[in-house]
């Protein structure tokens, strides 16, 4: 058995494990190989690995690399308002409401770009309603009333920040 192999097999937690990993110099097949006996020998888990991973500075720096590329070709690329601007009227927010939900795993139904389409805006407009919409839901609580909600979100993200819930009177 190799020495980098021992330090692999011989590692105590995930992140020591991702860690000696990156230092070996063994393949890709070779690792997969290891990391099935470790994680047999030790009890952990493939999701272990992975948020150690994550927690790997080596490895975010490469997840990270060319991120302000692929944003800026993905927000090119799912641009659906022409060159217009949208005016958010009242029938708008509720149909953006309706559509702005979440599964039981936190996840949107629908996507910032599927939303974009369907209003033809952009997703940072989507993204900024989204934004207003949990700052409004944070400052109201659960059970306001959906007018309620939708005359907050008419106003802007920023009178909603610094007049709170007095914000709406001083509008009118």
Avoid at 83 to 92: A, D, Q
Avoid at 129 to 151: E, Y
Wanted: hydrophobic residues 35%; positive net charge; aromatic residues 10%.
């Amino acid at each position: 058995m190799k020495k980098a192999e021992r330090m692999i097999l011989e590692s105590r937690t995930p992140d020591e494990y991702v860690e000696n990993s990156l230092k070996s110099r063994l393949s890709p097949a070779e690792k997969a190989k290891l990391a099935r006996l470790w994680m047999q020998g030790t009890g952990f888990n493939r999701e272990d690995i992975i948020h150690a991973r994550n927690r790997s500075e080596y490895w975010r720096k490469r997840k990270m690399a060319g991120t302000r590329e692929r944003t800026k070709r993905r927000m090119a690329q799912h641009d659906y308002s022409k060159g217009k601007t949208i005016v958010w009227t009242r029938e708008n927010i509720a149909e953006f409401l309706s559509l702005n939900r979440k599964d039981a795993y936190g996840r949107y139904l629908y996507r910032d770009w599927e939303l974009a389409a369907l209003f033809s805006t952009s997703i940072p407009s989507i993204q900024y309603l989204r934004r207003k919409f949990n700052k409004v839901s944070k400052m109201l609580g659960p059970g306001a009333r959906r007018d309620k909600v939708i005359d907050y979100m008419s106003c802007s993200e920023l009178v909603l920040q610094r007049g709170g819930p007095k914000a709406l009177k001083s509008k009118r």
